[in-house]
């Protein structure tokens, strides 16, 4: 396994092994890996000769400076866990002076009103600092596929917005989410739940599949209304939106539509820390 730790050596090494023939898998992500993230490289060795992970807390996506201060960082764990995948996969971990140069500001992105539901609404600024880091990862590792978790699939909708825009020649691949057997969606902020948070964190998704089967049957609104009832009968945890929403533009769903694809995305709180879940309603 080889790790590089500056954008300069990685792209000659990469320039090295590889000519506009080879297929380049890249899996962006902060670290604090967890088994989603390692079936995400599991699916990029599948398809590509060359597979790139990078490792990298992203401070400008970080509208908390609580949540970037405490936000997981365990890079030798993360290292094991990638030689136990495979040991040719190349490694980025770069500073954040290697990315931003001394200047740790964002660009702005217009994503055709995606930016601005659900996680935008809530996180201001959030996708002009993942739009900003994902493009700068994409032009160093110049990938020809990208994989990306669906939990967070307002972001892959937007990662794919931002390479259709800027006519990035790569494609976005979306991959499951992997759960705990509780149900609970893998995430690296998970570590920061107690055992028995983690535990009582299972009514996240319990909670998305009884919206599911009530969806069936019932408006949006109506469902709506039923998940905010059930957490607040349980006051460890608190809900800052649930919305279902059309797949394509995330705009939420006011009537029912027979040709749209809908999915319900939540946005939870446990004891300050900030869990978020999704689930098609196909
Ligand atoms: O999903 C993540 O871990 C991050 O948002 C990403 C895509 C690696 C960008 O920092």
Redesign the pocket.
């Known amino acids: 396994m080889l790790i590089f730790n500056t954008q300069n050596e990685l792209v000659s090494y990469l320039a090295s092994i590889s000519n506009t023939e080879t297929a380049i898998g890249f899996v ?3 670290g604090a890996l967890h088994q989603g993230h390692l079936s995400l490289l599991s699916e990029a060795l599948k398809q590509n000769s060359v597979v790139v992970m990078s490792i ?1 807390v ?1 401070p400008t ?1 970080f509208n908390n400076a609580e949540d970037l201060a405490k936000y997981p960082r365990t890079l030798e764990a993360d290292l094991e866990k990638i030689k136990s995948v495979s040991d040719k996969i190349i490694v980025y971990a770069p500073s954040v002076e290697d990315i931003y140069k001394g200047n740790t500001v964002s660009q702005h992105f217009d994503f055709d009103g995606l930016e601005n539901q659900m996680e935008g609404q809530f996180r201001p600024g959030h996708f002009d600092g ?1 739009g900003t ?2 493009k700068s990862l994409f032009e160093i590792v110049k990938p020809t596929h990208a994989y ?1 978790g669906e939990k ?1 699939f307002q ?1 892959l909708q937007i990662v794919k917005k931002m390479t259709e825009k800027a006519k990035m020649p790569v494609k976005v691949i979306g991959c499951p989410i992997f759960r705990e057997p509780n149900g609970l969606a893998m995430s690296s902020r998970n570590e920061r739940l107690s055992e028995v948070e983690k535990k009582e964190a299972a009514i996240i998704y319990k909670t998305l599949k009884q919206a599911k089967q009530l969806f069936a049957t019932q408006s949006a609104t109506a469902v709506t209304k039923w998940v905010k009832k059930t957490f607040e009968k349980n006051p460890n945890f608190t809900l800052e939106y649930f919305q279902i929403a059309d797949e394509a533009s995330l705009l939420p769903c006011l009537r029912k539509n027979k040709s749209k694809k809908y999915r319900a995305f939540i946005a939870v709180f446990v004891n300050n820390i900030r869990l978020i879940d999704t689930i098609s309603l196909k």
Do not use: H, L, S
Request: glycine residues 0%; negative net charge; charged residues 10%.
């Open positions: 962006p992500t902060m990298f992203n996506q993942v880091i994902v990306f967070d972001q």
